[in-house]
Antibody, heavy 120, light 108 residues
Framework: QVQLVQSGAEVKKPGASVKVSCRVSGTTFTSYEMHWVRQAPGQRLEWMGWINAGNGNTGSSQKFRGRVTFTRDTSASTAYMELSSLRSEDTAVYFC?????????????WGQGTLVTVSS | DIQMTQSPSSLSAFVGDRVTITCRASQSISTYLNWYQQKPGKAPKLLIYAASSLQIGVPSRFRGSGSGTDFTLTINSLQPEDSATYYCQQSYSALPLTFGGGTKVEIK
């Protein structure tokens, strides 16, 4: 079965960077886009961006452009999201999600989430 | 950005009731609308994609409808395990993809 397993919780100081991993199993990693969505406490889901796991192309929300980097390691079937210049407002649970095939943008499998806490 | 507005923000209903959640887009999005269910401490789960297509494995009591700017998620015969927060998501404009504010469904 398809599984997305994310790295563990992180505590970071303001100004630091965090890198979250998402290991994919049970599916052909390079056939899909991997997206990242975050959820601050009590807030709605917020889409951050994506990486094409096959060719490495990326895209991101304007809100995070310049601060977020998406990479992948095809040999490890793992996608990564790195967010820099962290501030308290970045405290959130970060999810990776697989985009389903086809022209529709929906997310059919999700990681369990990684809590990132930004605090001095 | 396309704004997604859900109503109500919360509701309470009895087991067996029919529940309706509304999602409105700030511009026409055709049928590029998905619905997710999220339980506390868990990742969202895809219920409906393309406004009305039921994701594999999702119970048939969940039904999506609508097009343009107005969409509805209906839960027929509400079950205890349906207690969760439901989010709509538009995929008409991929930059950025946006979600509604959520509707929390509680069982009386």
């Amino acid at each position: 079965q398809v599984q997305l397993v994310q790295s563990g919780a992180e505590v970071k100081k303001p100004g630091a960077s965090v890198k979250v991993s998402c290991r994919v199993s049970g599916t052909t990693f390079t056939s899909y886009e991997m997206h990242w969505v975050r959820q601050a406490p009590g807030q709605r889901l917020e889409w951050m961006g994506w990486i094409n796991a096959g060719n490495g192309n990326t895209g991101s929300s304007q809100k995070f452009r310049g601060r977020v980097t998406f990479t992948r390691d095809t040999s490890a079937s793992t996608a990564y999201m790195e967010l820099s210049s962290l501030r308290s407002e970045d405290t959130a649970v970060y999810f990776c999600a697989r985009r389903g095939l086809g022209h529709m943008y929906f997310f059919d499998y999700w990681g369990q989430g990684t809590l990132v806490t930004v605090s001095s | 950005d396309i704004q997604m507005t859900q109503s109500p923000s919360s509701l309470s209903a009895f087991v067996g009731d029919r529940v309706t959640i509304t999602c409105r887009a700030s511009q026409s999005i055709s049928t590029y609308l998905n619905w997710y269910q999220q339980k506390p401490g868990k990742a969202p789960k895809l219920l409906i994609y393309a406004a009305s297509s039921l994701q594999i494995g999702v119970p048939s009591r969940f039904r999506g409808s609508g097009s343009g700017t107005d969409f509805t998620l209906t839960i027929n015969s509400l079950q205890p395990e349906d207690s969760a927060t439901y989010y709509c998501q538009q995929s008409y404009s991929a930059l950025p993809l946006t979600f509604g504010g959520g509707t929390k469904v509680e069982i009386k």
